[in-house]
């Protein structure tokens, strides 16, 4: 089992940054892909980025050149980066684990979760 615990959200004015951090316990960490989903208001679940065990990272076209994830394995946590925020990057965000290098956009596929950290932009 792995838990993951999200934080760093918060109140941003457009063009702001916060630093999103996903903490892991419960099993070593270098192992996993990591991914970051986020869920606005009436929207579905949404893929943003994902890092995977080699640090290759990938991320969806609308946060591409604004959001940097990385990782420290050394201290179980992988981070989101995020500049020059957006109103429409307001969300509950989310990380996500599945063991292995490989990641996939649908949220189905990630075996766990941390319960979220809401990312609020104003304009």
């Known amino acids: 089992q792995v838990q993951l615990v999200e934080s760093g959200g918060g109140l941003v004015q457009t063009g702001g940054s916060l630093r999103l951090s996903c903490a892991a316990s419960?099993?070593?960490?270098?192992?996993?892909?990591v991914g970051w989903f986020r869920q606005a208001p009436t929207k579905e679940r949404e893929f943003v980025a994902a890092?995977?065990?080699?640090?290759?990272?990938y991320y969806v076209d609308s946060v591409k050149g604004r959001f940097t994830s990385s990782r420290d394995n050394a201290k179980n946590t992988v981070y989101l980066q995020m500049n020059s925020l957006k109103p429409e990057d307001t969300a509950v965000y989310y990380c996500?684990?599945?063991?292995?290098?490989?990641?996939?956009?649908?949220?189905?596929?990630?075996?766990?979760w941390g319960r979220g950290t809401q990312v609020t932009v104003s304009s």
């Open positions: 419960g099993r070593t960490f270098s192992g996993y892909a």
């Open positions: 996500a684990a599945r063991p292995g290098s490989t990641y996939s956009l649908t949220y189905r596929d990630w075996d766990y």
């Open positions: 890092i995977n065990r080699y640090a290759i990272t």
